[in-house]
């Protein structure tokens, strides 16, 4: 297996993609770290799909792009939902202190705003490819549209 995605937050937590050399991926949490070694946690099965993305909100949920149309939200127990549909190349994504999911999609170069409810509308276009998005913190929310 390969690592595909690491990714750390300001609320420590971490969340790593692991590729299976075939089409599934395995979602892993990490839920605990010593000084000598780190312990891995499976919080839930393989998804049905590819691994474009992913972040961790500051209560722990997991949010898995599948590069293709859709975004898993993953709770701190490994219930799976599906979030959002109906995007394009859905790749790197972040949510902000407010828990909007911000989602770059890569084949309809645009970036959506995704809110909790998985509402889904266009907060950026005209982009060529993208795949990482980051939130700086600290930015008022107005001053992002």
């Known amino acids: ?17 692991l590729a299976a050399v075939g089409q599934e991926r395995t979602v ?11 312990e891995v946690t499976t ?33 701190p127990f490994g219930e799976v939902t599906e979030l959002a549909t109906g995007l394009y190349g859905a790749s790197g994504n ?5 828990g909007t999911l911000f989602q770059a999609n890569f084949f309809g170069n645009t970036i959506s705003r995704i809110s909790r409810d998985g509402t889904t509308e266009t907060f950026a276009a005209g ?14 929310r107005d001053a992002r549209r």
């Open 43 to 75: 919080v839930t099965d393989t998804l049905p799909a590819a691994v474009g993305g992913l972040t961790v909100d500051r209560l722990g949920h997991v949010y898995v792009a599948d590069f293709g149309e859709r975004v898993w939200k993953v709770s």
């Open 94 to 98: 972040a949510v902000d202190s407010h």
């Open 127 to 140: 982009f060529n490819g993208p795949v990482g998005i980051s939130i700086e913190p600290g930015v008022p």
């Open 1 to 17: 297996m390969n690592a595909t995605c690491v990714r750390r937050t300001a609320y420590g937590v971490a969340a790593v993609a």
């Open 28 to 38: 892993y949490a990490q839920v605990a770290e010593t000084v000598a070694s780190v």
